[in-house]
């Protein structure tokens, strides 16, 4: 499976992006899919994730303001990102993970398969 993130850009605090990643390959309703961020100098995060089963799970940063979702058909998860912060600045990457078990989607080594990443900037 190859990722394929999109999206990314500057927008003030307050604002919204819609992140995108297209994969490829045939079997992209098999895969967990799932967002990570990565702040300068800092790891990479957790953000959102759905399960292949549709299931969703969020860092508590990002409740009530990112949403996920995913359309099998053209094989792209979304990325809904609402009232920006700041600390939202990151890269922010797209994963694919063959495990379905919620408890495990929040971890980066579950995940197989990495987009290269789209850089968001908020500016305050």
């Known amino acids: 499976v190859q990722l394929q993130a999109s999206g990314g850009g500057l927008v003030q605090a307050g604002g919204s992006l819609r992140l995108s990643c297209v994969a490829s390959?045939?079997?992209?309703?098999?895969?967990?899919l799932a967002w990570f961020r990565q702040a300068p100098g800092k790891e990479r995060d957790f953000v959102v994730a759905i399960s292949l089963y549709g299931s969703t799970h969020y860092a508590d940063s990002v409740k009530g303001r990112f949403t996920i979702s995913r359309d099998n058909l053209k094989n792209t998860v979304y990325l809904q990102m609402n009232s920006l912060k700041p600390d939202d600045t990151a890269v922010y990457y797209c994963a694919a993970s063959r495990e379905g078990y919620s408890a495990s989607l929040y971890y980066a080594r579950m995940y197989d398969y990495w987009g290269q990443g789209t850089l968001v900037t908020v500016s305050s």
């Open positions: 390959g045939r079997t992209f309703d098999s895969y967990s």
